[in-house]
């Protein structure tokens, strides 16, 4: 079975879209890791798949991690979904439906190859329970060695404030520490200036990227709950950078862009059920 895919980016953040809004796809966790695999597939850090939802507009959206496993939130493949969607409907703004709810969007510029994107990521989620943390416990300063914040974004997030992103080695040791029983993406922040930061994400389940929307919002909330940072903040990661808003409505917006790389097919028949 051929079919069309779509390779898409975000600040370097690359993402497998694929469209079952017509024809049901056969993809197993085991051929979506296999065609994330950057040297035996096609390769991407998130593979996105767009589906019909009964009796509504829009798509229902579905974010996997590179070894298969489902992630509820992906903020820069929401901007390319976003840009995607924009341009089947002729409309500037768009929503969709995610495991973690219904996202709206706003495409503010868009060009050939891709857009510059808002996407309201709705509410951070503070709650222990929610995160979630293996026990109760206050969510502004977990019991790990550099005391981090945490919270969901429709996923998992762990915010470490740090002076050295060194530290950031941390990462792929904390992302299975029993606290987190779902495990967690794990940020470090260096706070530059009231209005800025540099950061970097250990994502869950794929390592170290160039981009992550959603740990850029984790981070930029969980400043502004220690009072480190403004609540509205540009955020350099290791691809370029995003500018993160907390409104005075507690909804989180993340604008930045959104690129198309390239188009193509693939065989699935070809990659392990």
């Not at 975000?10 to 993809?27: A, H, Y």
């Not at 096609?42 to 009796?55: M, N």
């Not at 857009?115 to 222990?128: C, F, K």
């Not at 740090?162 to 520490?177: F, I, P």
């Amino acid at each position: 079975m051929t079919m069309p895919f779509l390779k898409m980016h975000g600040l370097g953040n690359d993402f497998i879209i694929m469209d079952e809004r017509v024809t049901p796809l056969d993809l197993t966790p085991q051929r979506i890791a296999a065609l994330a695999d950057r040297r035996r597939g096609i390769g991407c850090d998130q593979f996105v798949t767009l589906s019909r939802i009964a009796e509504r507009e829009g798509a229902f959206v579905r974010f996997f991690n590179p070894d298969g496993s489902e992630a509820g939130a992906c903020g820069n493949a929401s901007r390319c979904v976003a840009d995607l969607l924009a341009r089947e409907t002729g409309q500037n703004d768009v929503t969709f439906t995610t495991s973690g709810g219904v996202l709206h969007a706003q495409v503010l510029e868009q060009h050939a190859n891709g857009a510059i994107v808002t996407v309201d990521m709705s509410e951070p989620r503070l709650d222990w329970s929610s995160v979630p943390l293996a026990r109760e416990m206050d969510t502004l300063e977990l019991p790990l060695e550099g005391r981090p914040a945490a919270l969901s974004m429709g996923n998992p997030h762990a915010t470490f404030f740090v002076k050295d992103l060194a530290e950031a080695r941390r990462g792929e040791a904390l992302e299975v520490d029993p606290l987190f029983p779902e495990r967690a993406n794990i940020g470090f922040a260096r706070i530059d200036a009231p209005d800025r930061m540099r950061l970097r994400v250990w994502e869950r389940g794929a390592g170290f990227t160039l981009a992550c929307g959603s740990g850029a919002c984790a981070a930029v909330v969980n400043a502004a709950r220690r009072d480190l940072g403004d609540r509205r903040m540009t955020v350099e990661v290791d691809g370029g950078e995003m500018v993160i808003d907390w409104g005075e409505d507690d909804h989180v917006r993340m604008t930045g862009p959104a690129r198309i790389a390239f188009r193509g097919s693939v065989d699935l028949d070809a990659y392990p059920r």
